[in-house]
């Protein structure tokens, strides 16, 4: 389905936190060694376990790609370093909101512990990780506030934007904002789960070709979506994209979108995802922006209010007096030589949205719904 870029900064926090997790080390499994201070910081310190309990209490929530980022030393510092931010600023919300908390907190351990209790794989997972179930509800709850911290102070940046701000981005690109209804039946190459191949390039194009052939002779759009499209999102809506905001998609989608000829099935289009047939049914050219949906305004001050949130948290950051000190690594590890085709903001998707925050995110984890058990996450 369609990711828009216009989300609650709750769920921005949880990217934050996600783009963290997704370059991060797991930890070394179950061995008992002595706990080596890894970083200071005014008021506190980290160890290197408890920074590996951290980084396998994500996994375990819902993160298990995350081995895939293993040993990429140049950023490891960088990592502990935001972990100390997130959990110093998560520690200064209202004490009303730490109250509010622990009942999402109580809630949390009581899953953990049934799952532990329940589920002998969860909980040779926990052993191997060396994770009590007092460490993840800790960890839990550390994420919890800062959530809480990262979107009462969005609220507060998303409130200072201003009219002049909003028509200078605007001004930036206008075709972004164009509202667009769109047919498309995509011929995927990549499986958006795993990454696997599905076909190869070539092959791809010649039967997004053939597809296009059967379209314009009059094959039926519901029945060919159904029969050939790999997108999950519309593969049984006809290839149906109804009245989206054209800067949601990816930029060769976007492009197709704002001016391909509307009724004419056009030259197949190459993404990241495959060779995707469009049709263009209708457009709304974006105008000006005090005419805006007040989807795309508000999308517009999100956008503008988080940079200036993450231009606020790096300072805030920055007055902690992080000291880092890690031992010395491989110049060069596997995870380098073997790095991810796409970045945690482009990964491969279904839909030709642009992925704001990927739908298998920690927003789907229990690290967002409390409620929701480990033992789901672990299965």
Not at 99 to 126: D, G, L, S, W, Y
Not at 236 to 247: F, K
Request: with cysteine; net charge negative; proline share 6%.
């Amino acid at each position: 389905m369609l990711h828009h870029r216009s989300m609650p900064f709750r769920r921005l926090a949880l990217f934050a936190l996600a783009a963290v997790m997704l370059v991060a080390l797991m930890s070394a499994c179950g061995k008992k060694e002595e706990e080596n201070v890894i970083a200071t910081y005014n008021g506190g310190e980290v160890t290197d376990k408890m920074f590996d309990r951290y980084i396998a209490f994500q996994a375990l929530n819902g993160n298990s790609q995350l081995a895939m980022y293993a040993s990429i030393p140049q950023i490891k510092e960088q990592l502990i370093k935001q972990y100390i931010a997130y959990k110093v600023l998560g520690d200064q919300i209202p004490d009303e909101e730490k109250e509010k908390i622990k009942t999402e907190v109580k809630t949390f351990k009581e899953n953990v512990e049934k799952a532990r209790n329940t589920q002998p794989e969860f909980k040779q997972q926990m052993k191997d990780s060396d994770l009590s179930v007092n460490d993840m509800t800790a960890f839990f709850e550390e994420t919890l506030k800062f959530q809480s911290y990262y979107s009462a102070k969005g609220e507060e940046f998303k409130a200072q934007v201003t009219d002049e701000e909003i028509k200078a981005e605007f001004d930036k690109a206008p075709s972004d904002y164009n509202v667009v209804t769109v047919r498309h039946i995509l011929i995927g190459t990549v499986d958006p789960n795993t990454g696997a191949e599905l076909k190869p390039d070539e092959e791809a194009e010649k039967l997004a070709y053939e597809v296009k052939d059967k379209l314009e002779a009059g094959g039926d759009w519901e029945a060919l979506a159904k029969e050939y499209s790999t997108d999950e999102g519309s593969k049984n809506n006809g290839g149906l994209y109804e009245n989206q905001v054209a800067g949601g998609w990816v930029p060769e989608f976007k492009e197709a979108a704002n001016t391909q000829p509307i009724g004419e099935i056009g030259e197949p289009v190459a993404t990241q995802f495959g060779y995707h047939v469009i049709k263009v049914e209708s457009r709304v050219e974006a105008t000006s922006a005090d005419k805006l949906s007040e989807e795309s305004r508000d999308s517009i001050q999100m956008q503008l209010a988080s940079t200036k949130l993450n231009e606020f948290i790096t300072a805030e950051q920055e007055k902690l007096g992080i000291v880092v000190t890690l031992p010395e690594e491989p110049s060069e590890s596997p995870a380098e030589s073997e790095a991810p085709a796409e970045s945690p903001a482009e990964s491969p998707a279904e839909s030709p949205a642009q992925s704001e925050a990927p739908a298998e995110s920690p927003a789907e984890s229990p690290s967002a719904s409390p409620a929701e058990s480990p033992s789901e996450s672990a299965q």
